[in-house]
């Protein structure tokens, strides 16, 4: 019972962390807790890709698709408080105007928006929208599933290696090895997310190379922050989801 306890913690931990979805008190916080969290990413992007994916098909029913679309994106950031879209602009922003990682740190803590940030952020969620409105329905909401699921757990991957910078910040207490349950709890939201794109008919081609696509943006994203500021901040790491994410869906988009 004490593991069952840790363990509803951890999930309703992780949920608070990355939407604004209340938990009440579901929530109590142990820093032996807190720096688990990263092993439940994938599956609460499992849990709010489903969201997604419902809330597409409700609005479909009544609206054309793209306007669908655009409606989902919208109660999606809300849902998400932003966080990664947040975090996109400000990456953009401090790798765009940083010509020293110190200044770049510096720029990313600012809490005002630059052109790069809204340049990435228009960018990014226009590719989002034009991608779900060209594609069939079920392979929509099929791809918001793989979409939100990889993005997360690309995050909990990038933690894990152990490379957070600021003392105080989103990720403090967050960059440790995710282990092998954290590893397993990942890989079986991931299954689970490429299940429901099967049972969805995305075509395991698209579902392949998306997660290819998305796999290589993210990584080549990582390493040039890191090497632009010598580790990550809750900032990359948030681009990195956007970045994951956004390309997820331009690969299933490619396989049409």
């Not at 910040?169 to 590893?183: C, I, S, Y």
Request: include cysteine.
């Amino acid at each position: 019972m004490p593991r069952l306890r840790d363990m509803a913690a951890e999930i309703a931990l992780a949920l608070q962390f990355l939407s604004r979805i209340p938990v009440g008190g579901a929530a109590p916080y142990t820093p032996e807790r807190w720096a688990r969290i990263p092993c439940w990413f994938g599956l609460v992007g499992l849990g709010l890709g489903g969201v997604a994916a419902a809330l597409l098909w409700t609005g479909a029913q009544v609206f054309p698709q793209p306007v669908a679309v655009i409606l989902t994106l919208g109660l999606m950031l809300l849902l998400t408080g932003a966080l990664h879209e947040d975090g996109l602009a400000d990456a953009a922003d401090g790798m765009g105007g940083g010509r020293t990682p110190d200044r770049a740190l510096e720029i990313m803590r600012d809490s005002r928006i630059g052109s790069y940030g809204v340049l990435a952020l228009v960018v990014a969620l226009g590719l989002q929208t034009v991608c779900l409105a060209l594609l069939p329905l079920p392979w929509a909401m099929g791809a918001l599933v793989l979409a939100h699921a990889f993005s997360r757990a690309i995050m909990a991957l990038a933690l894990g290696q152990g490379r957070y910078l600021r003392p105080r910040g989103a990720g403090t207490g967050l960059d440790r090895p995710l282990g092998a349950r954290g590893l397993a709890l990942t890989g079986a939201a991931l299954l689970a997310a490429i299940g429901f794109g099967v049972a969805l008919a995305l075509p395991v081609g698209a579902i392949l190379v998306a997660l290819s696509i998305s796999s290589v943006a993210s990584a080549v994203w990582l390493r040039f922050a890191r090497n632009k500021i010598a580790g990550d901040t809750g900032d990359t790491l948030g681009a990195a989801q956007v970045i994951a994410a956004t390309a997820c869906l331009i690969g299933v988009v490619a396989w049409v």
